[in-house]
């Protein structure tokens, strides 16, 4: 069963970082983009999330050698399209209260692309009560406080209190769930994304979330997997993988592989996928991240590897 698992998950993971590598500059940021970024969901989240794929990818070092070098080659594309870092300095020192610059330098840096620049100002406004104070969802502190932990920031006069930020999420309230919606199954996975640094350290999702998650996940899964929420699914998928006992199963995993197309697309849901080529990378570009993401952290955790 675990070889089953172990080699569906390379197959789906391997495909869609292929996909992601041939259509990359599909996703290129536009001539004129500035620091202001005017729709910062339309290209730039998209690049950071590739990016985080590629991390993973690298991080893990469980891929072979073709999908090392198509990770290192993305890595380096989206770097090259943030102008290897001034654009992420250039829109902090402009957006001091933004946390997005943090959040999409810490894949670059987890891999050792560095700005050195950018880091000292990161420094800075990490530690400022105004930007620690922000009002943002519990689930987005989270992320915040594991991408300054991934950079290096977490040293600094003003740690992270992580038992606090985890129990101020749904999640962290252990609720009723059956009650979980579409919106919060996604605040859920990245609560324990960020607790656990995609599944680098599972001791970080406390013990009985861990064992609350550990007993519900299979449920939701099956849930978004009935009416075809491939995104989702996905997503839970890697939640099965920063579990302290990884949760990873071969009817998920198949189920998975039969919902990517042969060029290693991974639609989003069950509507229709498009024919142009930009629409198609647009609409399931997150998706091809997910997959890639969770069939990696499923190779390595099945296999016993360590981050």
């Given at each position: 069963m675990t070889a089953s698992v172990t080699r569906t998950a390379h197959e789906v993971s391997t495909r869609a970082l292929g996909w992601l590598h041939a259509h990359r500059e599909l996703g290129a940021l536009p001539a004129d983009t500035t620091a202001d970024l005017g729709d910062p969901d339309s290209v730039y989240k998209p690049l950071g999330e590739s990016a985080l794929a590629a991390s993973l990818v690298l991080r893990e070092s469980v891929a072979g050698s073709t999908e090392l070098r198509q990770a290192r080659e993305l890595m380096d594309f989206c770097w090259l399209q943030l102008s290897d870092g001034d654009m992420l300095y250039e829109r902090l020192l402009r957006y001091s209260l933004m946390t997005d610059p943090l959040e999409t330098y810490a894949p670059f840096a987890r891999v050792g692309l560095r700005h050195a620049p950018l880091e000292k100002l990161l420094a800075h406004t990490n530690a400022l009560r105004s930007v620690r104070g922000a009002e943002v969802l519990p689930n987005r502190r989270l992320a915040v406080a594991n991408a300054a932990r991934v950079v290096g920031l977490e040293e600094d006069a003003l740690p992270y209190d992580w038992q606090a930020l985890g129990r101020a999420t749904w999640?962290?309230?252990?609720?009723?769930?059956?009650?979980?919606?579409?919106m919060t199954g996604y605040c859920v996975t990245h609560t324990v994304f960020h607790l656990t640094d995609w599944g680098a350290l599972p001791?970080?999702?406390?013990?009985?979330?861990?064992?609350?998650?550990?007993?519900?996940?299979?449920?939701?899964?099956?849930?978004?997997?009935?009416?075809?929420?491939?995104?989702?699914?996905?997503?839970?998928?890697?939640?099965?993988?920063?579990?302290?006992?990884?949760?990873?199963?071969?009817?998920?995993?198949?189920?998975?592989?039969?919902?990517?197309?042969?060029?290693?697309?991974?639609?989003?849901?069950?509507?229709?996928?498009?024919?142009?080529?930009?629409?198609?990378?647009?609409?399931?570009?997150?998706?091809?991240?997910?997959?890639?993401?969770?069939?990696?952290?499923?190779?390595?955790?099945?296999?016993?590897?360590?981050?």
């Open positions: 999640l962290g309230a252990a609720p009723e769930p059956w009650l979980i919606d579409w001791g970080g999702l406390p013990d009985d979330l861990a064992a609350y998650t550990a007993t519900w996940l299979p449920v939701w899964i099956d849930i978004w997997a009935e009416i075809e929420q491939w995104d989702l699914v996905a997503e839970l998928m890697i939640v099965g993988c920063c579990l302290p006992e990884p949760y990873c199963t071969a009817t998920d995993w198949a189920r998975l592989a039969r919902a990517q197309q042969p060029d290693g697309l991974v639609p989003r849901d069950g509507s229709p996928v498009p024919d142009d080529p930009a629409r198609r990378f647009a609409d399931h570009q997150h998706t091809a991240v997910v997959a890639a993401i969770a069939g990696t952290l499923a190779v390595s955790r099945t296999l016993g590897a360590t981050a």
